[in-house]
């Protein structure tokens, strides 16, 4: 039950998956920021960060600095030109743990913290080598296939406030969300030196917000809003990139376009119960809605020194364009709505509108051995979310801007297998929009507070090789 203490309103957000029956509780003191706290998450309806994970045996543990060096099947992801110059055919696969992510929000007279529960991104290729042979032995021409899903994020909350404090008295959110890239990779050698790649990728993401409201008015009547705001969508995106190999020195880069758009769709239920006003219920499954995929440009420059080539350091820059703004879905919010018209959910950013960023990673590796490598990384992960107004009618995603870092350590299993472990952190200061429930159900207010961000994944990946003829069994690390 909620209580007080010091004069402090205590909130009870219980917050769950879906397959348990034993809620955890979280008391955290907020008399102002529960609902848009609740769901302020970086894995929101459009993703405002573009630099939180990455994918691919050697790119995890640097940081994602991999666009200039693209020498394992992790290129089919960062640079597809990569994949022409790879020496063997192999199945690749890294399976993170998002463990940690916690959210905490503060204004002048409010703290209020969550806690994320673990989801498990992936990312899994395979690449098989044909026609003619180049100098060293590899094939010149590469196929494969990539499928990549970074976001897998199913989350239930409940929340209590004290009636006296104002509406709502409490609340319950249900959010999935689901997003999958996968398509065909191929990469050609058109000169010894320099190679071109391609993947043609399809992405299928399903958004679901469910939002129910109940509040007691300082009259003592009651009111209820449920709402599922539900957006699906389809893209396909082409991903280019280019490759020039020296003995030493590499330069990359990977063009992103805008995703092209072939099915997006909105869903929106909206029930209301408030004092004083007839009870309301209305139902369309027909909105246009909009998921926009912005364009992205990496640049990459990679380096081998030392004995053997047993040092590897390598720099991405890349730059993600600003997306236009559209409606999320083709309704206004809840204080927009006409009477008789349904209403999108509270605390879900209509607005598409985002801001280009450019992000920075730096990556270094050390061959110990034949059989054991390690990885360094630091990269930046700036929000591309919209500047916060210090009050307004309207919600907004976060604006968090973060630096993160990785390591891993790479091991052989056997001659043919291949495995690396290790974990990525990421942490950032900055601002976010939290409803305040004593403005009602019916006229919503949101406020600007202070916002930080803490995000911790562990990460494993395995390459399984083909092996070449005479081949010396050895880590992927150095030049090649």
Request: zero cysteines; hydrophobic letters at 40%.
């Amino acid at each position: 039950m909620p209580s007080r203490r010091g004069g402090d309103l205590v909130v009870n957000i219980h917050e769950k998956r879906r397959t348990s029956s034993r809620p955890r509780t979280v008391t955290r003191l907020a008399p102002l920021a529960l609902l848009g706290a609740l769901l302020a998450t970086p894995a929101s309806a459009q993703n405002v960060h573009h630099q939180t994970l990455a994918f691919g045996d050697r790119a995890l543990g640097m940081g994602g600095a991999f666009t200039g060096l693209a020498t394992d099947h992790g290129a089919a992801w960062y640079n597809p030109a990569g994949l022409a110059f790879l020496e063997t055919d192999a199945i690749s696969g890294s399976f993170l743990l998002h463990a940690f992510e916690n959210l905490t929000f503060e204004g002048d007279e409010l703290r209020l913290e969550t806690t994320r529960r673990p989801t498990f991104p992936l990312y899994a290729t395979g690449v098989v080598g044909i026609g003619p042979r180049d100098h060293a032995g590899r094939h010149r021409h590469a196929v494969g296939i990539v499928v990549v899903r970074p976001l897998q994020q199913r989350r239930r909350l409940e929340a209590q406030v004290d009636p006296a404090a104002g509406m709502p008295a409490e609340i319950l959110i249900d959010r999935v969300h689901h997003l999958t890239w996968f398509g065909p990779s191929w990469a050609s050698q058109l000169t010894p030196r320099f190679g071109f790649g391609a993947s043609l990728l399809a992405t299928v993401s399903t958004f679901e917000h469910r939002e129910v409201l109940l509040g007691t008015g300082a009259d003592g009547g009651g009111s209820v809003r449920s709402t599922l705001t539900e957006v699906k969508s389809n893209h396909l995106v082409l991903r280019m990139g280019g490759l020039y190999v020296g003995r030493r020195t590499r330069f990359g880069f990977m063009l992103q376009l805008p995703g092209l758009a072939l099915r997006e769709q909105g869903i929106i239920k909206d029930l209301r119960a408030l004092p004083g006003r007839t009870p309301f219920f209305a139902k369309d499954e027909n909105v246009a809605g909009a998921f926009p995929i912005p364009a992205e440009l990496r640049l990459g420059v990679s380096t081998t020194f030392g004995a053997n080539d047993r040092f590897v350091f390598a720099a991405d820059l890349q730059l993600v364009s600003e997306t236009p703004s559209r409606s999320l879905v083709d309704l206004p919010a809840i204080a927009d709505a006409a009477p008789g018209q349904a209403a999108a959910a509270a605390v879900v950013d209509l607005d598409t509108a985002r801001e280009g960023v450019v992000n920075a990673a730096i990556g270094r590796e050390w061959k110990v051995r034949r059989d054991l490598l390690f990885r360094f990384g630091v990269t930046t992960d700036l929000s591309a979310a919209r500047p916060l107004p210090a009050s307004s009618d309207r919600f907004q995603e976060e604006r968090i801007p973060s630096i993160g870092g990785s390591g891993s350590i790479g091991t052989l299993l056997g001659d043919l297998t291949e495995l690396n472990i290790g974990i990525a952190a990421v942490t950032g200061e900055g601002e976010a929009m939290v409803l305040d429930p004593r403005a009602g159900l019916g006229t919503p207010r949101y406020t600007r507070v202070r916002a930080t961000r803490r995000v911790v994944t562990f990460f494993i990946s395995g390459r399984l090789r083909r092996p070449t003829e005479g081949e010396t069994p050895q880590l992927e690390g150095g030049a090649e």
